[in-house]
């Protein structure tokens, strides 16, 4: 990596950029415990306020951006970071999809805020949580709650050898039979979300003999519909199905589609 | 004339989440702190109503990345509790593993990546390695055997997938503890040097007079992944202990304009302090094996009432917690497979009320449900560590910035911002932050 870092005789610059997310995608970066320091070597990190209190001036090589817009100023903010970026990934369901926090797209803000706050006028939140992709352009997307470490270091790699990063596009059930693990879903009758959810845990549920929970949101061409049918059929209700749809990229189109084709079938029933 | 002194951290560092400092001087008497938490709230309590209680060890996970599994054990205690169910010896054991896990990686970052630079006169623990590459080595070894002891536990170490109401999907093989276990060797050794590293650190002098709360668990072990009372109080046994199912008429939580995090008030006390002193404090004598004889050889008080010592104690803890997961493969390799029982325990979908609680890296974390017949969530509260420290943090800050009033702008700020890292305090989970301002006119 440290050739190409040098070609422009300077090390790329990396800022990390926070909205509303838990911080985990960031902590996967400082979890890269055996690269860390090495990274550090070939990158210079400009702006990243949970490992430093240093400030370098932009424009920024690479931005990785972690949360949703959920708030007026950050609706503005993200424009500030897109204008100051070269290249801006997003990491994480949260910046990609919206988040948990997208579940109050289907509710009402302010019924939520009165469950949490004494007097929740307030709290200044916008009534949806909304992916990066939805305010600017974005140069690509990490998914996963959280993201995958590896993949974070692919993009840096993919950044400082001037080429895209590669990132998985197959379903979790590819990653599943890649490990040789016995269908949770087929042998247990478990409801698993791994023939419609991106690849790039390494069928970490299954392997646990537990279904996938579709923490990496939809992939390509995933059949929301047939697999709902499915788990109606094995006996889950609407609800459990539409809650099965709904978590982590409850915002996510394909998953929200479903989610909500679900909830007509309950209000219908 | 009146003259004014203001002081403003607009994002502070080094912290998990997002808040400022806003500190005004006025007359050389420091008249206002506040530490605002500008993090968005993102309503967790709001939308768990509906969703399955089994559901609430993932959804509450999610509250906070750096301490996903202190989210998932306190949230599966209470749904547990509220169906009076015991999970029984192996699988508490199992989920005490697992939180040792999260102790040593949390306690390590913050140790190492978050509040060492600043007793040693770095900006971050990038420039700390540029002169002490091996320290900064040393704690991330470190680092990554809480996260190895998470993921062989739990599935992966940022929302673990395998802890859920009532136990887990499946235990870890014995392999993958085996494998595990000589690494807690080299551990113990980083741990001690850690221990000795901090204890060597040139702290600034401070003594606050504490309300201490901390988890009491009945077995009279060191507060960790399970209780069912709470005591409180200013110095070990503590003065009153009361059963979790008190804390709603014990504690109540005001909301401050400045803030996203309520803040928390005990009865008849006021604020009072959760998290590593606030255990030391109380049940440091439950200590056993390298960490109790570290702190008695380094002469550690039995109370520490000086905020900037928290790393110290921070770091016997990380001592505890290598020498207790330790202890626990230990256990549960040598009796074998057959003894362990099922990884779960059924978990009745119901009507319930129940209380749990867990003492996360920064402190007490307590979760509270009521379900429907259904077993759906009807009312969900969450107090997380932070914002019941947060007028304790502001009340530091006040104490440290008086005394303080004769240094320059830029290192009163520093001092202040140390003041608040002291408390190793988690924003994400306080909104469910930090920016300092000093005014001085």
């Known amino acids: 990596m440290a050739a190409h870092a040098t070609k422009r005789g300077r090390r790329p610059?990396?800022?990390?950029?926070k909205f509303a997310s838990c911080d985990g995608c960031q902590l996967s970066i400082l979890d890269c415990e055996d690269e860390l320091l090495d990274l550090a070597d070939v990158v210079q990190i400009a702006h990243f306020p949970e490992a430093t209190p240093t400030v370098l001036r932009g424009p920024y090589d690479l931005s990785l951006v972690e949360g949703s817009v959920t708030t007026p100023d950050d609706a503005r903010r993200i424009h500030q970071v897109r204008a100051a970026s070269r290249r801006l990934v997003t990491i994480g369901a949260c910046a990609t999809a919206g988040g948990i926090q997208a579940l109050r797209n289907t509710r009402d803000v302010a019924t939520l805020a009165a469950a949490v706050y004494p007097q929740p006028d307030a709290i200044a939140v916008l009534d949806r949580s909304t992916p990066i992709r939805a305010h600017v352009t974005v140069d690509a997307e990490l998914r996963g709650c959280p993201v995958d470490k590896g993949q974070v270091i692919e993009v840096v790699a993919a950044l400082l050898q001037e080429r895209k990063p590669r990132l998985p596009s197959a379903s979790v059930c590819v990653e599943c039979k890649r490990r040789g693990l016995t269908c949770v879903a087929v042998a247990d009758g478990i409801p698993c979300l791994g023939p419609v959810t991106v690849a790039g845990c390494g069928a970490l549920c299954p392997g646990y003999g537990r279904g996938c929970y579709g923490c990496f949101g939809p992939y390509g061409s995933a059949n929301t519909g047939s697999l709902a049918a499915h788990l109606r059929a094995e006996g889950a209700s609407?609800?459990?199905?539409?809650r099965l749809y709904a978590t982590f990229n409850a915002a996510a189109p394909a998953f929200a589609a479903e989610a909500s084709r679900q909830r007509d079938t309950e209000t219908s029933a | 004339m009146t003259s004014t002194r203001s002081i403003d951290v607009p994002v502070l560092a080094r912290v998990e989440g997002e808040g400022a400092l806003h500190v005004r001087v006025r007359d050389g008497r420091v008249d206002d702190v506040q530490l605002s938490i500008y993090e968005p709230p993102r309503f967790f309590e709001g939308f768990l109503v509906g969703r399955a209680a089994t559901e609430t060890p993932d959804i509450t996970a999610r509250i906070c990345g750096i301490c996903p599994v202190a989210y998932q054990v306190a949230a599966a205690n209470a749904v547990e509790a509220s169906q009076h169910v015991d999970?029984?010896?192996?699988?508490?054991?199992?989920?005490?593993l697992l939180y040792c896990g999260e102790?040593?990686?949390?306690?390590?970052?913050?140790?190492?990546?978050?509040?060492?630079?600043?007793?040693?006169?770095?900006?971050?623990?990038?420039?700390?390695a540029a002169d002490h590459r091996e320290v900064v080595q040393q704690g991330l070894r470190l680092k990554k055997i809480g996260n190895m002891l998470m993921e062989a536990v739990g599935g992966r170490a940022i929302h673990p997938v395998n802890p859920k109401v009532g136990g887990f999907y499946r235990f870890p093989t014995h392999d993958e503890l085996a494998e595990l276990r000589p690494l807690?060797?080299?551990?113990?050794?980083?741990?001690?040097?850690?221990?000795?590293?901090?204890?060597?650190?040139?702290?600034?002098?401070?003594?606050?007079?504490?309300?201490?709360?901390?988890?009491?668990?009945?077995?009279?072990?060191?507060?960790?992944?399970?209780?069912?009372?709470?005591?409180?109080?200013?110095?070990?046994?503590?003065?009153?202990?009361?059963?979790l199912e008190e804390f709603d008429t014990q504690v109540t939580e005001i909301q401050v304009e400045h803030s996203h995090a309520l803040h928390a008030h005990l009865d008849g006390v006021g604020s009072y302090l959760v998290g590593p002193l606030a255990r030391w404090a109380l049940m440091g004598d439950r200590m056993t094996g390298t960490a109790a004889d570290l702190a008695a050889e380094l002469d550690v008080p039995d109370v520490v009432t000086n905020p900037f010592a928290s790393i110290v104690v921070r770091a016997i803890e990380v001592v505890y917690a290598v020498e207790?997961?330790?202890?626990?493969?230990?256990?549960?390799?040598?009796?074998g497979?057959?003894?362990?029982?099922?990884?779960?325990?059924?978990?009745?979908?119901?009507?319930?009320?129940?209380?749990?609680?867990?003492?996360?890296?920064?402190?007490?974390?307590?979760?509270?449900?009521?379900?429907?017949?259904?077993?759906l969530v009807a009312e969900a509260r969450i107090v997380p560590p932070t914002s019941q420290n947060q007028a304790q943090i502001e009340a530091d800050v006040r104490d440290v910035v008086s005394g303080s009033l004769d240094l320059d702008d830029s290192a009163l700020t520093h001092r202040a911002e140390v003041a608040i890292r002291n408390y190793d305090p988690c924003i994400s989970c306080a909104t469910h932050a930090l920016t300092l301002t000093i005014d001085r006119g």
């Open chain 2, 103 to 128: 102790w040593i990686e949390s306690h390590a970052l913050h140790i190492y990546l978050l509040h060492a630079p600043d007793f040693l006169g770095y900006p971050d623990a990038i420039a700390l």
């Open chain 1, 13 to 17: 610059t990396l800022a990390v950029w």
């Open chain 1, 238 to 242: 609407a609800e459990q199905v539409e």
């Open chain 2, 324 to 335: 207790e997961a330790a202890r626990i493969i230990d256990g549960w390799l040598t009796a």
């Open chain 2, 87 to 96: 999970v029984g010896e192996a699988i508490r054991a199992m989920r005490r």
């Open chain 2, 184 to 243: 807690l060797d080299q551990a113990a050794d980083d741990a001690t040097q850690t221990v000795r590293l901090v204890a060597g650190l040139d702290i600034p002098t401070l003594s606050q007079p504490y309300h201490f709360v901390a988890l009491d668990p009945s077995n009279g072990d060191y507060p960790l992944e399970d209780g069912r009372h709470l005591l409180t109080g200013t110095d070990r046994g503590g003065r009153q202990r009361f059963p």
């Open chain 2, 337 to 375: 497979p057959a003894a362990h029982g099922p990884a779960s325990m059924a978990v009745p979908a119901g009507a319930g009320i129940g209380y749990g609680a867990s003492e996360a890296p920064r402190g007490l974390l307590v979760h509270r449900y009521r379900t429907d017949e259904a077993g």
